[in-house]
């Protein structure tokens, strides 16, 4: 009976310490959230002088010319505003170009009856000569041979000429594009074509009552700088 | 049906997942689609590619059909194989109108003058992709099914791209008859290798995102915009994170970066210590090897920063790889400059 009451007797005790623990902690915790209230409250006060102190420097400035500064400073963003656009609508003529730490960087856009096409970049590098440093352009448009020709002696042709590479690849690109989705009933299977899209070879049909005809057509694009094709073959299967 | 074309079918389609037979079926197009309703695709693959060869015995299949599915399944699964990139140098300056026909008839022709014991197919996708399959014999015995060579062309692009096979020796062969059907110079290898096919083509053809400076309207991303967890946390180090972000965005780009597993350095050059310590005093270069891999190694590069493990900018060394198109590098000392040598920092 006595180890009972001992038993009994150590377990009140440690129960007792657990929650004068528990009670310590709590008291504890309630304290730093004092404490980190108080010094968010600190900050915040010092945060406000310093504004307060910095707004009082302007102001000091600003209230003797207050009828001219807010005009000069909004017309300022005016002009900054406008330029900003400008260069983004030079950006829809096709070929644009920002000035960068060591030379010229030019997008080139592309687009075909009223659509906008993709865009290819060129970084170029202007000093000692100028020099391609990298690029976005599509390998299979002769980038290194416009570049011996012209980027030396003519860049504004080189730019011009490029331009029109990419111009034509990306119309041939979309007029395929079109005819597969726009008369794929009409087209047997898909159009056989080539990496720059100046070999198009395709089977259509033509019906006639209760007849039909079957029909093979081979494009051919000579000029690659040209959207419409040089050669035409159609032949009746 | 020959035994070699039903055994070879019957192992192509146990190597396909359970859940893809049925589509890499219908996309091989061999098989009718009332014919393929007649398989149990819940059955054990076991049962599943005996019943094919089976189907592909009634219509007869040979060993051309059975190629197909064999170039589908790589197509699909081509992140199994190492790729590896050749860059090969044209002749003249005229345009080249790339006939597909011509192309494949002078392909074959040069190989098959060769080596007359090659079973060779071609596979077109949309992207103007020509896969070419090649299966090697040896001039006394007929092409061996499994051992096979895959290269990936891209008409009118100087790049070929070329899955290293367990032979070879037979690699020249392959090398010269792409350079006659493609009517160029010569070829040569590209020091840049992966798994993933469709990052090489990335790196080659300049698709990967590389951060251009231009006044044109960037559309409107949607910023994931976090919610403000605590208004009493404040980023002490603001300004730095975002001079990080801004210096990694201007060098790797904010799109997908390219996969590779891996970046090799060879270091050739002299160790610099102290000339008290008298260490190699016979100025000889230290040869050393670093390799750098990781299952996504650009990605891993581009987050060093941001996770404050490496200083921004990072080297030049590690971010020049799509760049440069390689990731294998030989590092000289300033003095031997070459166009492949790099100075080290």
């Known amino acids: 009976v006595f180890a009972h009451l001992e038993m009994l007797e150590a377990r009140a005790r440690e129960a007792d310490m657990k929650e004068e623990e528990a009670k310590q902690q709590e008291e504890k915790l309630a304290r730093l959230k004092a404490r980190v209230q108080q010094l968010t409250r600190q900050r915040d006060e010092l945060q406000a002088k310093v504004d307060l102190q910095q707004k009082g420097q302007l102001g000091k400035e600003g209230v003797t010319s207050d009828p001219a500064q807010p005009s000069t400073q909004a017309v300022l963003e005016w002009k900054i505003k406008r330029v900003k656009d400008m260069l983004q609508v030079f950006c829809l003529t096709g070929i644009s170009g920002k000035l960068t730490e060591q030379g010229v960087c030019f997008c080139i856009s592309t687009a075909y009856d009223g659509t906008y096409l993709d865009s290819y970049y060129l970084d170029l590098l202007t000093k000692p000569e100028v020099r391609i440093l990298r690029h976005s352009i599509p390998t299979f448009i002769p980038l290194e041979q416009l570049a011996k020709k012209y980027l030396q002696t003519d860049i504004r042709r080189f730019l011009s000429v490029l331009s029109n590479h990419l111009n034509a690849y990306a119309a041939r690109r979309y007029q395929a594009d079109q005819l597969q989705e726009h008369f794929s009933d009409q087209i047997e299977g898909t159009l056989q074509t080539n990496s720059l899209c100046n070999l198009l070879v395709f089977n259509y049909y033509v019906s006639n009552k209760s007849k039909t005809f079957p029909f093979n057509v081979r494009l051919l694009y000579g000029d690659l700088c040209s959207s419409i094709p040089t050669e035409v073959t159609v032949s009746c299967t | 049906m020959d035994e070699v074309v039903a055994e070879y079918i019957r192992r192509t389609v146990l190597k396909i997942p359970r859940d893809e037979i049925r589509t890499m079926l219908q996309q091989w197009g061999f098989l009718s689609e009332a014919q393929l309703q007649t398989i149990n695709f819940c059955q054990i693959k076991e049962n599943i590619s005996q019943h094919v060869v089976q189907l592909c015995e009634e219509n007869a299949a040979r060993i051309k059909q059975a190629a197909v599915l064999d170039i589908i399944y790589n197509h699909i699964y081509s992140n199994k194989r190492l790729w590896s990139v050749y860059q090969m140098n044209k002749t003249g300056e005229e345009t080249d109108f790339f006939d597909l026909t011509d192309f494949k008839k002078k392909f074959k022709r040069r190989l098959r003058s060769a080596l007359t014991n090659v079973t060779i197919n071609f596979r077109e996708y949309e992207d103007n992709a020509i896969w070419i399959r090649i299966a090697w014999g040896t001039p006394y015995t007929k092409p061996n099914q499994y051992k096979t060579s895959y290269v990936v062309y891209h008409s009118q692009t100087p790049y070929v791209f070329i899955s290293v096979s367990v032979l070879k020796s037979n690699l020249p062969l392959l090398c010269q008859a792409l350079v006659a059907a493609s009517n160029s110079h010569d070829i040569r290898e590209m020091e840049l290798r992966s798994h993933s096919l469709n ?61 590779l597993e891996f970046a090799q350095y060879k270091l050739e050059t002299m160790f610099k210590s102290d000339p008290q310590m008298n260490v190699l005093d016979r100025k000889e270069p230290f040869r050393c090897l670093v390799k750098f891999s990781s299952p996504h190694l650009l990605e891993s590069l581009k987050s060093l920063a941001p996770a404050g493990i490496a200083d921004a900018p990072v080297s030049p060394l590690l971010t020049c790889i799509p760049h440069k198109a390689r990731n294998y590098f030989k590092i000289k000392d300033k003095k031997y400059v070459s166009s492949i040598s790099f100075v080290s920092p």
């Open chain 2, 199 to 259: 990052s090489l083509k990335d790196i080659v053809f300049k698709r990967y995102s590389q951060n251009f400076q231009s006044y044109y309207p960037k559309p409107l991303q949607e910023t994931n915009v976090a919610p403000e967890s605590d208004l009493r946390i404040i980023q002490e180090n603001k300004n730095e994170k975002e001079r990080i972000k801004i210096i990694n965005s201007e060098v790797f780009g904010d799109g997908p970066q390219p996969k």
